[in-house]
């Protein structure tokens, strides 16, 4: 199970990279693996301004559609638009190429809340 310690989680698999400002979101390993095999990535909440913990789009399985969670609240300013034709990088290559979002930090007092790896590593058993 893969769970870089250089990045943030949530308790909804979610990873969170923090450069300066703006934070890049994906699923995690663990997330992918329990997924299946991914088909379909779906936001349609580009440029929208939402608060941590909304719906900021859904992910979608052979077996189930699972909506992602926006782990800190700010302005979806890009999408990973690769994911259209290739969701599969959800799978192969979840901390990299099959990056999701990237946000505009609203509220820097929210990254407090973010689990650490261990902490992580903790909520899945790992």
């Known amino acids: 199970m893969n769970v870089p310690s250089n990045l943030k989680y949530t308790k909804d698999h979610e990873w969170i990279s923090i450069d ?5 979101v994906g699923i995690t390993d663990f997330a992918q693996g329990e997924l299946g095999d991914i088909v379909y990535v779906e936001v349609e909440t580009l440029n929208d301004t939402l608060d941590k913990d909304e719906v900021f789009g859904t992910v979608e399985a052979v077996k189930t559609v699972s909506d ?33 979002v990237k946000i505009k930090i609203s509220n820097p007092d929210e ?6 790896d261990a902490a992580y590593k903790e909520v899945i058993g790992a």
């Open 68 to 100: 992602l969670f926006l782990p800190l609240s700010g302005e979806i300013v890009a999408f990973n638009d690769s994911l259209e034709s290739e969701p599969e990088k959800v799978n192969s290559d979840p901390y990299g190429e099959g990056w999701m």
């Open 20 to 24: 300066g400002d703006v934070a890049t």
């Open 111 to 116: 990254i407090a809340d973010l689990l650490t």
